[in-house]
């Protein structure tokens, strides 16, 4: 059956080879992208299309992962997917499409996977029980509930999505899909029916109307082998009905008739800050041309400090805003939205008529060609770097082509690449450019919509919601509420019949020696180096003498990327919170010459840095952990790689810290404080990380948002009285930070295509008294609070009006060392409970308690995501987080029942769960070396930070396969088990104000001393 595929479309990218296949019987179309590394990506998708807010296309995304004809069982996928040596599956839905989503440690998994995937897809069973609780149902205390419902109630009251819909009301007619919320609105929700969701995968998910977008370095041939058995499944099923082309063959919406502004209100429990968002429609999508030329108009406006919306509007003593930025949304007519975050109350009107002062302006004096000619030169660059490092650089092509291209896919190169453009814009005059920017934003037809905070909204939506669910219960009666929860309990059983072990056992997992992983080869600064390579050779074959550390990771890639790691053990306390200033001013400082004296304004230093560097950046931490280290990162092309150096130098000692520069970072920081309050998931962490960590030693407690809102008015305070006060402080943070044993420099690139790569240092990188001896690597387990050394009867419950929903982190002690043999059997447990479709998931995200339910088990603070126990590796926490939950404690109560279940011995792990888990565990490791970016960095991670062989990735594999059930029970009654008992874990709850107190009461009567507190009171 792979005959029936026949390639319709080849294109070649700077090197990348993109192969588009269609089956001549099914219209099944397939795209591979030939993407170097270990992974393998799959994006599954469907355009879809919808025209109301029902929600069906997001609704039956959801149910697809219930089981489908020939794998009839809920979690069947994921479990298989597992084993296929992925991290599970996933999906998300846009308002013009549906992807399913798939990663793989090699090619064999995915080859395995992907019918059964595409089973899932094409032919779910979309069973009554399955939309009873996947999608909305009322629980027996007559409450609404499901996954999708408790999704949407989590977001819909938001700023940005109360913003988003009234966009779309604005700029779109009734008869027009983009109107519509896709993902659907709870009124919605709670009267859709199945049927609909069933009627509506038959309308849209067809062989004929799904893509297959793989990315990754696998067999062609093998590919298009393992689709026989779908093709043949496809064709046993019968001929389908004709069908019109989503969206292309809908009426197509005009362009705004006339400027229109709106204002939204949204909760809050402050009304300080707001946002704006100015829209308008570009070209048609496939005017590739002009879609090119304004996507350099808006780089230009908006990229850097010194881009002339950033300068006039953010970069001065009362800024408009601390942000501006430009989105654009690739529809059949492209969509530009510029927002506006953080903008004060009192200056939301302000922000259109200043806009537009100076967009005209632009218009009458025209546009600086040189940095024009930057912008172009730098795009170009960034978008070879994407092309090395990150695969949806051309998979989102791709996927827009399917939706939107042509139907003989003639345009695919059009779609792919933007290099041939680039090149056209780069010719363009003046006179060009400010056509381009009259027809599109000035002269265009717009829609503003301005998001208000309102702390009456709050108090209303909280009311309102009270009062619905009062009369719904009132409504309902206790003998209907009896019925409902048994209803419920009768579908979740219906959904959790056991999958059939032989299922697991005749799928195999592949053979992890097989993984081809990317190289990287390792050489120091110091001849006495340890590594016997190639690359040491070569270094040492350079005379220069380095008094300092460096390492040099060679990749073969045509760019550079340097990295300071600065230790910041011996900053004072009273230092340590300025690091974000200093961080948010390192690249836009003037810059003193220490031979002359003469000073450059710091607006050339950033245009100059813009035509030498290609990205560049300042922050604590690395892969999410190492907190209590600084680092600066700049990456140029391999041939500006003595400027790139040179660039460290002078911005690391040759800046001069200047009072009213400081003065407008430190505003804008202080400014944005208000939207990251109304951030649920992220406050929860952030009131966690201020109760563990030692407010005087740690950064993240430093830099926490609770302390940056106490700290910053005072720094802003001085500047205005006492300036020379804050420069003081902030130079005597640089010289702690940038003394030579607290240095450790990375060098990632083709270290064999530079001349003299060390002697490029010795040039252009003098560091005074350098020493090679280093103050060791700081961990976070070394700056607990009291709180943090004993965890233990502690802990806050947050009232926060501006969610609907409520967020948890539940924290205590795990293994403290990387080498730890608790750390590989802890993470095997970690996987077990909360993989797709494990026992947190089924229980817990199946009944509707939560969207999610995190434990995530690393030995460096890895960075969570919405399913992962988290164990925070340098820090030694291991700590479970609910994420959007109706009710935190509820959420709570169910994963200690069942870690209190198998703790006890009553439920155990099955043989197959335990191999779905080591083997989901291979795609998580192998993933973080997922690109040569990715590799380099592991390389420097694991010998320098963690001390360990650079083989410790592969090491730490073969634990993980060597894991045993004793292990297991072993680490679940000294760490699990902890984080659940009230006198061993710490508890932070950020909640929807109707449910502080229910929450709190719940926790109490099972031992855990709670405080209810307002954000500000922390």
């Known amino acids: 059956m792979s005959s ?7 294109v070649d990218v700077n090197g990348k080879k993109i192969t588009k296949f269609r ?115 009322i629980n027996g205390d007559g409450e609404d509930a499901g996954v999708v419902y408790c999704e949407m109630q989590g977001r819909e009251n938001d700023a940005s999505s109360l913003m988003d819909i009234c966009r779309q009301r604005t700029m779109y007619p009734e008869e027009s899909g983009y109107r519509y919320e896709t993902g659907g609105l709870m009124s919605c929700l709670r009267s859709l029916k199945a049927e609909k969701i069933r009627q509506y995968h038959r309308d849209y998910y067809r062989p004929d109307n799904l893509c297959l977008i793989v990315s990754g370095s696998l067999d062609q041939k093998k590919l298009l082998e393992a689709l026989g058995p779908v093709e043949e499944r496809i064709i046993s099923k019968g001929p389908l009905p004709p069908m019109k082309r989503p969206w292309v063959s809908s009426p197509q919406a005009p362009t705004l008739s006339e400027t229109t502004k709106a204002t939204v209100t949204f909760p809050s429990e402050d009304e300080d800050m707001g946002e704006v968002a100015i829209n308008w429609f570009g070209p048609p999508i496939t005017d590739f041309l002009t879609f090119q030329a304004l996507d350099i108009i808006e780089t230009y406006l908006t990229d850097s400090a010194v881009a002339i919306l950033k300068k006039e509007m953010v970069e001065i003593e009362d800024p408009y805003c601390t942000s501006v930025d430009f989105q654009t949304s690739q529809r059949i007519r492209v969509e530009i939205r510029l927002g506006f975050d953080s903008v004060p109350t009192e200056k939301l009107e302000e922000i259109e008529p200043k806009l537009f002062s100076i967009l005209e302006k632009i218009a009458q004096d025209g546009f600086d060609m040189d940095r024009i000619s930057s912008v172009i030169k730098r795009e170009k660059l960034k978008l070879l770097n994407r092309l090395e490092t990150d695969h949806m650089t051309l998979v989102w092509p791709c996927m827009i082509h399917f939706l939107y291209g042509k139907e003989d896919d003639s345009d695919l190169a059009g779609f792919a690449n933007d290099l041939d453009n680039l090149d056209t814009v780069a010719e363009f005059n003046n006179a060009t450019w400010v056509k381009y920017l009259k027809e599109y934003f000035i002269d265009s037809k717009r829609a503003t919509i301005i998001g208000k905070p309102s702390t009456a909204h709050a108090e209303r939506l909280a009311a309102d919601e009270a009062k619905r669910i009062e009369e719904q219960r009132a409504r309902l009666g206790e003998e209907k509420l009896n019925e409902l929860e048994k209803e419920l309990q009768k579908h979740r059983a219906q959904n959790d019949i056991p999958v059939p072990a032989e299922i697991f056992d005749n799928f195999p997992i592949p053979n992890v020696n097989g993984i081809e992983m990317i190289e990287v080869r390792t050489g120091r600064s110091q001849p006495d180096s340890k590594f016997n390579n190639e690359i040491q050779k070569y270094l040492d074959n350079d005379p220069a003498k380095i008094p300092y550390f460096i390492e040099f990771d060679h990749i073969k890639s045509e760019f550079v990327k340097f990295t300071l790691y600065l230790t910041s053990t011996e900053l004072p306390a009273r230092l340590r919170p300025y690091l974000d200033i200093y961080f948010d001013s390192f690249f836009s400082l003037p810059l003193v010459d ?84 109304r951030d649920g998931p992220r406050m929860s962490k952030h009131c966690m990380d201020y109760v563990i960590y030692d407010h005087e030693k740690s950064n993240l407690a430093a830099l926490n948002v609770l302390t940056q809102a106490k700290f910053l008015p005072e720094v802003i305070k001085k500047l205005e009285q006492d300036p020379g006060s804050v420069i003081k402080d902030l130079t005597e943070l640089r010289e702690i930070l940038t003394h030579p044993a607290n240095i450790h420099i990375q060098v990632q690139g083709n270290i064999l295509k530079q001349d003299q790569p060390k002697t490029a240092w010795a040039n252009n990188f003098g560091l005074k008294n350098a020493s090679t001896a280093l103050a060791p690597i700081p961990l976070s387990s070394r700056v607990w609070s009291e709180a943090g050394k004993a965890p233990g009867n502690k802990g806050f419950v947050v009232n926060m009006p501006s969610i609907e929903s409520s967020f948890a982190f539940h924290v205590a002690h795990g293994p403290t060392d990387f080498l730890d043999p608790d750390y590989s059997a802890l993470l095997v447990l970690s996987e077990c409970l909360d993989t797709l479709e494990g026992p947190f998931w089924k229980q817990l995200r199946g009944s509707g308690a939560v ?161 209810t507190k307002n954000i500000d009171d922390i």
């Open 594 to 677: 220490p031979i002359t004296g003469n000073e450059t304004h710091y607006e050339t230093v950033v245009k100059m840095l813009d035509n030498d560097t290609i990205s560049r950046g300042c922050g604590t931490g690395v892969s999410g952990g190492f907190r209590q280290l600084a680092l600066v990162e700049l990456k140029t092309s391999r041939d500006k790689y003595s400027e790139g150096i040179s660039w460290l130098q002078k911005m690391t000692w040759n800046t001069r810290f200047d009072a009213d520069r400081l003065k407008v970072i430190a505003t804008n920081l202080l400014n944005d404080i208000p939207q990251q309050k």
């Open 23 to 137: 089956s001549t019987q099914t219209g099944l179309s397939v795209v591979h992208v030939d993407n170097e590394g270990p992974i393998v990506n799959g994006y599954f998708t469907l355009a879809t299309e919808s025209f109301d807010d029902d929600g069906c296309p997001h609704t039956l995304e959801h149910l697809v992962f219930l089981g489908s004809e020939l794998y009839p069982y809920k979690g069947v996928l994921d479990g298989l997917a597992n084993r296929a040596l992925a991290n599970g599956t996933n999906a998300w839905t846009d308002v013009d499409h549906t992807a399913y989503t798939i990663a793989t440690a090699g090619s064999e998994g995915f080859l395995n996977i992907m019918p059964i995937y595409i089973d899932h897809i094409l032919y779910p069973t979309m069973t009554e029980a399955a939309y009873y609780t996947e999608v909305h149902n």
């Open 4 to 10: 029936n595929f026949k390639v319709v479309q080849e």
């Open 851 to 1011: 969207y999610g339910a995190n434990l995530q088990v690393d030995v460096e603070a890895g960075k969570s995501n919405n399913l992962k126990l988290r164990y925070m590796r340098d820090d030694s926490f291991l700590s479970f987080s609910i994420y959007r939950s109706p009710d935190a404690f509820r959420a709570y109560n169910l994963a200690f029942q069942i870690v209190n279940d198998y703790a006890t011995g009553k439920t155990k792990f099955t043989k197959q769960e335990l191999e779905g888990a080591k083997a989901s565990i291979v795609y998580r490791i192998v993933s973080k070396e997922e690109n040569i970016s990715g590799a380099a960095r592991e390389s420097f991670v694991n010998q320098v930070l963690k001390k360990v062989s650079a083989n410790y990735n592969k090491e730490f594999l073969q634990r993980v396969q060597a894991v045993t059930p004793e292990q297991i029970q072993n680490v679940m009654d000294k760490y699990m088990s902890k984080v659940f008992q009230p006198d061993t874990s710490i508890v932070v709850v950020t909640s929807a104000s109707t449910k502080v107190k229910d929450i709190s009461e719940g926790f109490k009567k099972i031992g855990f001393q709670l405080e």
